[in-house]
Each structure stands twice: as structure tokens, then as C-alpha cells.
């Protein structure tokens, strides 16, 4: 049982019991993009602002288990304030950390690097993923 | 009990597994996989095609599988078609007897315990053809129930498509008297019979239906087959859904004609070691019998709804199921929080809407946790599970959930 303490316990429970940037904008200036995870229900919709280049917010509403909701949390916190192309830099090593993939541990992922724990959990894996996912969506949609 | 049982499963001999999944697959015991192993040793060469003997053996093997199944649920050869599975069996029901047959205003009954497998398919038909798709209110307890059958059965009801037993709930449609009301009515019946084939006795002559479709891997059997039965005069009157070798007669430049069933469905090569592997499984369930089974599932179901019972901030959806299945939640938590703990102490439990979306809504719940027992499960499996959602409940209360 100590694998999923230790994932829970840190910075988990924190963001989903309280969620930062939580609920979406009607507001045109923001980015949106919709995953569904259609095997558990994991529901979650993330909504971007860029404004020269940075990542001015980013908000996320869902529904889903612990792992997915609170990486949106903790996705939008971290995020917010960088460079378009560091966010992509910060999205990929996280993506590459919790799927077991080559990453580059100099990039400090704060709160994110919790996350690591779900390697144990190959199942939970997408869990923490699709946040995420859709973040990347909303960056790439803005450069199109 | 089903003492020894576990020995003949090879992956519980290998490590430590409460294996409670069985509505999604059922665990291979080691008759199925030798019988698998046997086709690929011994005779591993296409059927119907070759004339020498290998061929002529694999042909001999594949032709005695299917009369094993259609033996099994007291059908005649010819009215038994391999298929993918389950899935693939009910598509073909709606492709075929649904293409030839629905047309604009006509009514198909269905219900919101269905498998998507047996709701797809006919919303599909139902949309291209303007027919109605017509649901059957559910009882509070989430059954369907006769008199709720009647109510919804018009002189517009064209097909009904329910199943037998649903796979999240655990409940037994009354589906011998739903098929002999839907008969005076003229229409026909397609059952789903994946989940309710591994656990009782079906006998399709008893039940009148004209349609019945379960898969192997939910009995012992392989994946990748299954099995549609229909009625013969059905079967022959429906035109095929796929095309290609060994489901043709005659083919000529522009037109080509058909084997009769049930070989005008077997389009290609089809799934031999799955099929010769599926009829050892049916072996294997009728050497343990049905009467063990039930007796056995009905011990353990017992033993761990009286468990769950006894824990605070567990719901269970089910507690009236007549077979194996137990659909609950520990209150407040994602299912897929939950799964991850019993999986840290070797517990297999699936977590979801287990392909029935529309039950999951009518519960009002995002997604549930559910057991399922075979005869590989024991008292002991029982305890493991019952310690663990304890230990569960506790764990996720003192974290803040
Ligand atoms: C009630 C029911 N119907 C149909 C199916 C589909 O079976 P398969 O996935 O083997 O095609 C399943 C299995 O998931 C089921 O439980």
C-alpha cells in the first residue's frame, strides 16, 4: 500500500480538494480543447491564453478521478506566466516522465513531479496524461 | 466448493492473484490452452480448402466444435456461425436481419441495461432506416420486468434486443416469457447471452428465441470467437454481411452466389484453433456443471455482499443480483482511485462504465467498481477482497476524500 500513499499523500490531495484555477471563462480569447477518456469517464476541458508569446492563463474544468483532476490543478499552476515555447518544453517532459520515457531532469516540474509515482501505476498513466494532453492541444491549435 | 480448482489455472500458479474480473474475461484454464497448443502442433492448416489429410484433420476438428457448441445450448449444427465474439454476433443480427427487414416507422426495443454492443448496432439501423428505437422503462431496482416489456410492445415492434443477464447489474431478464409475448406481436428476438452462457444452462429450443450470441473468453475459452445462433429459416432468408472466400458458391464476372448458412457468415479464414480451443472450454464448464457453478457463485456472492455490507461509506447497486456480479462504490471516491489500492494488494476489479454508458447514467453515478466471481474464486479470495475494501475505506477517508 505504500506506493499509492506516498502518490496520494504529497501534492495530490491538495489539488483536488482545492483546485487552482478551476471552472472555464466565456471568453473568446482563450484556447479550448475537450478529452475524454471514454473507458473510465475522465472528462477534462482545458482553456489557454497566450498573449506575446506567454501562456497568460490557463483554466481547466472536468470530471474525473483524483490523478486526472489534480493535474489539471497543478498543470495550470505551473504553466501560467511561461513562454509558449517553454510550456511545450514543460509539457513534453512531464509527458515523457510519467510514461517511463527519456527526460530531462534539470527542468524543475515543481508540484508536477509528484506525478513520477504514477510509473508504478502503468494503468493510471492516462489518468495523468489527458490534462496535460489537452494543454498541448490548446498550444498547437494557437499556432496554426 | 470448488476444491482445487485454482490448479488448473496456469496464471494462478505463476502469482498472487484475487482474480475478480470474470465478466470482462473469464481466466484460461490449462485443457483450453493444450487444445490451442494441439491445433498448432498438430494440425496447423486452413480448413474447408486443402485435400490432403492435415487439412481433412483441421476440417474434422473445426466441424466437431462447432456441433459441441451447438450441442451446448441444444441447437442444430447449422444454426450455430463463429464469429469475432459477442460484438461481432450482434452486429451481424442488425446488419443483416436488421437491413432486410426494419424499415421506416418500425419499432426496436431495447433497454438501458444493454451492453453497447447490443445498442449500437440497432441505434445505427434505427437511424439509417427512420425506425424507432423504443427503450424499456427499467423497474427501481434497475430490472427489466415483464409487464414493463408489455408496455412499450406495439403491433411497431419489429425486433427486441435485451440481454440475458446484464453484465453490470447481474440481474436475469425474464427473457422465456418476453420472447413468447414478443412472438404473438410477430417480432423476433436477438438475446445477448455473453454474460449469462459461462453461468447457466441455455437451451435456445426451450427459450424459443431467434436470435442468441455469446464469446469464448468469458467461458474459459480463447478470444477472438464467439458464437450467433439463429433460427435456421432466419438464418437462410438473411443475406450475408461479409464477402469473400469460402462463403461462395458460384462466382461469376458481375454476380456470385452463397454457401447456405451457416457458412454464407464465415466469410475467410475463420478463427480455427479460437473455435477448437472455445469447444474445449464448453467441455470444461460441463465437467464442473452448471448446478456446481451456480451453487458456488451464489456462496461467494453471498459471502462478499454481507462483507461490504458491514463497512461504512460503501454503496452496493446490486444487492438483489441473482448471479456473480457486485456493482458498488466506496461513497465520495473515483472508482479509479479505488482500483489502483486493490490492485496494490493483487486484486483484479474492473473500474468504469463497463460498456454500458446508458445503465451508468441511469445509476446517476460518473462510473463504479465491479466484482465478478468464477469458479477459480474461493472463501478465501472473498476475505482478501473484503479486508482490502476495508483497508480502502479507511485509506481514502484519512486522506481527505
Ligand atoms: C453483456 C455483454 N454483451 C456483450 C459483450 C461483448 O462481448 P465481446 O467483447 O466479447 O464481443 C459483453 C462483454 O464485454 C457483455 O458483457
Given at each position: 500500500?505504500?506506493?499509492?500513499?506516498t502518490?496520494?499523500?504529497?501534492?495530490?490531495?491538495?489539488?483536488?480538494?482545492?483546485?487552482?484555477?478551476?471552472?472555464?471563462?466565456?471568453?473568446?480569447?482563450?484556447?479550448?480543447?475537450?478529452?475524454k477518456?471514454?473507458?473510465?469517464?475522465?472528462?477534462?476541458?482545458?482553456?489557454?491564453?497566450?498573449?506575446?508569446g506567454?501562456?497568460?492563463?490557463?483554466?481547466?474544468?472536468?470530471?474525473?478521478?483524483?490523478?486526472?483532476?489534480?493535474?489539471?490543478?497543478?498543470?495550470?499552476?505551473?504553466?501560467?506566466?511561461?513562454?509558449?515555447e517553454?510550456?511545450?518544453?514543460?509539457?513534453?517532459?512531464?509527458?515523457?516522465?510519467?510514461?517511463?520515457?527519456?527526460?530531462?531532469e534539470?527542468?524543475?516540474?515543481?508540484?508536477?513531479?509528484?506525478?513520477?509515482?504514477?510509473?508504478?501505476?502503468?494503468?493510471?498513466?492516462?489518468?495523468?496524461?489527458?490534462?496535460?494532453?489537452?494543454?498541448?492541444?490548446t498550444?498547437?491549435?494557437?499556432?496554426? | 466448493?470448488?476444491?482445487?480448482?485454482k490448479?488448473?489455472?496456469?496464471?494462478?500458479?505463476?502469482?498472487?492473484?484475487?482474480?475478480?474480473?470474470?465478466?470482462?474475461?473469464?481466466?484460461?484454464?490449462?485443457?483450453v490452452?493444450?487444445?490451442?497448443?494441439?491445433?498448432?502442433?498438430?494440425?496447423?492448416?486452413?480448413?474447408?480448402?486443402?485435400?490432403?489429410?492435415?487439412?481433412?484433420?483441421?476440417?474434422?476438428?473445426?466441424h466437431?466444435?462447432?456441433?459441441?457448441?451447438?450441442?451446448?445450448i441444444?441447437?442444430?449444427?447449422?444454426?450455430?456461425?463463429?464469429?469475432?465474439?459477442a460484438?461481432?454476433?450482434?452486429?451481424?443480427?442488425?446488419?443483416s436481419?436488421?437491413?432486410?427487414?426494419?424499415?421506416?416507422?418500425?419499432?426496436?426495443?431495447?433497454?438501458?441495461?444493454?451492453?453497447?454492443?447490443?445498442?449500437?448496432?440497432?441505434?445505427?439501423?434505427?437511424?439509417?432506416?427512420?425506425?424507432?428505437l423504443?427503450?424499456?422503462?427499467?423497474?427501481?431496482?434497475g430490472?427489466?420486468?415483464?409487464?414493463?416489456?408489455?408496455?412499450?410492445?406495439?403491433?411497431?415492434t419489429?425486433?427486441?434486443?435485451?440481454?440475458?443477464?446484464?453484465?453490470?447489474?447481474?440481474?436475469?431478464?425474464?427473457?422465456?416469457?418476453?420472447?413468447?409475448?414478443?412472438?404473438?406481436?410477430?417480432?423476433?428476438?436477438?438475446?445477448?447471452?455473453?454474460?449469462?452462457?459461462?453461468?447457466?444452462?441455455?437451451?435456445v429450443?426451450?427459450?424459443?428465441?431467434d436470435?442468441?450470441?455469446?464469446?469464448?473468453?468469458k467461458?474459459?475459452?480463447?478470444?477472438?470467437?464467439?458464437?450467433?445462433?439463429?433460427?435456421?429459416?432466419?438464418?437462410?432468408?438473411?443475406?450475408?454481411v461479409?464477402?469473400?472466400?469460402?462463403?461462395?458458391?458460384?462466382?461469376d464476372?458481375y454476380?456470385?452466389?452463397w454457401?447456405?448458412?451457416?457458412?454464407?457468415?464465415?466469410?475467410?479464414?475463420?478463427?480455427?484453433?479460437?473455435?477448437?480451443?472455445?469447444?474445449?472450454?464448453?467441455?470444461?464448464?460441463?465437467?464442473?456443471?452448471?448446478?456446481?457453478?451456480?451453487?458456488?457463485?451464489?456462496?461467494?456472492?453471498?459471502?462478499?455482499?454481507?462483507g461490504?455490507?458491514?463497512?461504512?461509506?460503501?454503496?452496493?447497486?446490486?444487492?438483489?443480483?441473482?448471479?456473480?456480479?457486485?456493482?458498488?462504490?466506496?461513497?465520495g471516491?473515483?472508482?479509479?482511485?479505488?482500483?489502483?489500492?486493490?490492485?496494490?494488494?493483487h486484486?483484479?476489479?474492473?473500474?468504469?462504465?463497463?460498456?454500458?454508458?446508458?445503465?451508468?447514467?441511469?445509476?446517476?453515478?460518473?462510473?463504479?467498481?465491479?466484482?465478478?466471481f468464477?469458479?477459480?474464486?474461493?472463501?478465501?479470495?472473498?476475505?482478501?477482497?473484503i479486508?482490502?475494501?476495508?483497508?480502502?475505506?479507511?485509506?481514502?477517508?484519512?486522506?481527505?476524500?
Open positions: 500500500m505504500h506506493q499509492l500513499e502518490l496520494y499523500r504529497q501534492i495530490i490531495m491538495d489539488h483536488y480538494k482545492n483546485p487552482r484555477n478551476k471552472g472555464l471563462l466565456e471568453d473568446d480569447s482563450y484556447i479550448k480543447e475537450h478529452i477518456n471514454p473507458s473510465c469517464g475522465d472528462d477534462i476541458t482545458i482553456q489557454t491564453r497566450i498573449e506575446n506567454r501562456v497568460k492563463d490557463v483554466r481547466h474544468d472536468g470530471s474525473g478521478c483524483s490523478i486526472c483532476c489534480s493535474s489539471a490543478s497543478v498543470l495550470s499552476t505551473l504553466v501560467k506566466g511561461k513562454s509558449v517553454e510550456a511545450n518544453t514543460y509539457t513534453k517532459n512531464y509527458l515523457n516522465m510519467i510514461m517511463k520515457q527519456p527526460f530531462d534539470t527542468i524543475d516540474l515543481e508540484d508536477a513531479l509528484a506525478y513520477q509515482g504514477v510509473t508504478k501505476f502503468p494503468a493510471r498513466v492516462k489518468c495523468a496524461s489527458i490534462a496535460w494532453k489537452a494543454f498541448e492541444a498550444l498547437k491549435k494557437a499556432s496554426e | 466448493m470448488m476444491q482445487g480448482r490448479k488448473d489455472f496456469p496464471i494462478l500458479n505463476k502469482q498472487p492473484l484475487v482474480y475478480l474480473d470474470t465478466a470482462a474475461s473469464s481466466l484460461t484454464p490449462n485443457a490452452i493444450n487444445k490451442l497448443n494441439e491445433y498448432y502442433k498438430d494440425y496447423p492448416v486452413n480448413v474447408h480448402r486443402g485435400v490432403y489429410k492435415l487439412s481433412y484433420q483441421a476440417t474434422e476438428a473445426y466437431a466444435a462447432r456441433q459441441t457448441i451447438a450441442d451446448f441444444n441447437a442444430s449444427f447449422d444454426e450455430v456461425i463463429f464469429t469475432r465474439g460484438s461481432s454476433a450482434l452486429n451481424l443480427v442488425a446488419l436481419y436488421g437491413e432486410q427487414y426494419i424499415n421506416a416507422g418500425d419499432e426496436i426495443i431495447v433497454s438501458e441495461l444493454e451492453h453497447h454492443s447490443h445498442i449500437l448496432p440497432w441505434q445505427q439501423i434505427a437511424k439509417r432506416k427512420n425506425a424507432k423504443v427503450y424499456i422503462p427499467l423497474s427501481k431496482e430490472r427489466i420486468t415483464v409487464e414493463a416489456f408489455q408496455s412499450v410492445l406495439s403491433n411497431r419489429k425486433v427486441v434486443a435485451l440481454t440475458y443477464v446484464s453484465n453490470v447489474m447481474g440481474y436475469i431478464t425474464p427473457i422465456k416469457e418476453i420472447i413468447e409475448i414478443a412472438h404473438q406481436k410477430g417480432a423476433v428476438v436477438s438475446v445477448d447471452a455473453a454474460q449469462a452462457a459461462p453461468h447457466m444452462q441455455l437451451d429450443k426451450a427459450l424459443n428465441c436470435f442468441l450470441a455469446f464469446s469464448a473468453h467461458m474459459f475459452g480463447p478470444t477472438g470467437v464467439g458464437i450467433l445462433y439463429g433460427k435456421s429459416a432466419l438464418l437462410q432468408a438473411m443475406p450475408p461479409e464477402y469473400g472466400g469460402d462463403m461462395n458458391d458460384n462466382v464476372l454476380d456470385g452466389d454457401k447456405d448458412a451457416p457458412y454464407k457468415f464465415e466469410a475467410g479464414t475463420p478463427p480455427i484453433a479460437e473455435a477448437i480451443g472455445f469447444a474445449e472450454a464448453v467441455r470444461y464448464i460441463q465437467s464442473v456443471g452448471f448446478d456446481a457453478i451456480i451453487k458456488h457463485e451464489q456462496g461467494l456472492r453471498k459471502q462478499a455482499i454481507e461490504l455490507e458491514a463497512i461504512d461509506g460503501i454503496t452496493v447497486y446490486n444487492k438483489e443480483a441473482e448471479t456473480g456480479i457486485i456493482n458498488f462504490n466506496l461513497d471516491v473515483h472508482p479509479h482511485d479505488v482500483v489502483s489500492f486493490f490492485d496494490e494488494d486484486i483484479a476489479l474492473r473500474a468504469g462504465h463497463h460498456c454500458a454508458q446508458l445503465l451508468i447514467k441511469w445509476l446517476k453515478v460518473p462510473a463504479t467498481l465491479r466484482a465478478s468464477y469458479i477459480y474464486n474461493d472463501a478465501s479470495d472473498i476475505e482478501t477482497f479486508d482490502s475494501a476495508k483497508r480502502a475505506r479507511s485509506f481514502f477517508s484519512e486522506i481527505g476524500f
